[in-house]
């Protein structure tokens, strides 16, 4: 029998533009994943899934070099599809239980690295953020192929998480980014460079705990990614809510298409407003980070 746990995650800054090779920020959320897996005759999971969750898994187990079958009991409150990282926690959580079960200690580096045989299973073509943020608590500047370095927050921040309502699929909303990429090449370099620049200004302002630049940035981010077409009218309206109510800032969060929208407040008093607007049905939260 082995256990683990990994964290959701949101992505402050950067998400798409990090796939085509620029920085982005990001921090793992309190909200935990737990997997338990036990010796089995088959390979199966206690919640309804399609195949593919049962494919990464295997994935997974290769990496580790475990080749039996396994019962994965899984116990989360993160939504799937939402932009919170569901696939990076279930792969971070699966490869701790397999690591437990193999007798081997692993750190967060080489949990990430196993994770990531199961994101490229979900995704196709992942850039490997979400596996990192998903391994290890803190905020961290993040570049594909690149060791990752945590970000010294100021002050800390809160975000207002919002969820759609709807899934977004990572796969699909990747693969069109790389379409604008290819179709209009020379517009999406220029929006990549500007991309970067704001990533690494928005590091700046964390550091130096600058929360009104960092939400002029995080509306900037949100231009581009809507340039990119990954934006929807749910998000838009979640992110006008946000900003009516006295955001700092606002944008989508992960893969967009629907998922969930965060939004910069100043504190955690200034939340009532937001929280008070948005449908109950939709799930809400505030986190604080650093
Ligand atoms: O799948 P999500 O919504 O948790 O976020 C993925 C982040 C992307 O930048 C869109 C993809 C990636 O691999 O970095």
Known sequence: MGKGVGFAKTILFGEHFVVQGSHAIGASLSKE??????????????????????????????????????????????????????????????????????????????????????????????????NTLASRKGAILFKRGEDPSAIELGVPITIVIAYTGKKGYTKDLVAGVARVKEEKPEFFADLLKKEEDLVMEAKYSLEQGDLDRLGALMDQNQEHLRQVGVSSPELEELISIFKDEGALGAKLTGSGGGGCAIALVKSKNDTSAILQRIDKKYLIFEAQIG
């Open 33 to 130: 994943f737990s997997v338990k897996i036990t010796p089995s005759d088959t390979l199966n999971l206690n919640i309804e899934t399609g195949q593919i969750v049962l494919d990464a898994s295997r994935a997974i187990l290769d990496s580790l070099n475990l080749t039996g079958n396994y019962s994965i009991e899984v116990e989360t409150d993160i939504p799937s599809g939402a932009g919170m990282g569901w696939s990076a926690a279930y792969s971070v959580a699966l490869v701790r239980a397999a690591a437990q079960e193999k007798g081997v200690e692993l750190d967060w580096k080489e949990v990430a690295k196993h994770a990531y045989e199961g994101e490229k299973v979900f995704h196709g073509n992942p850039s490997g953020i979400d």
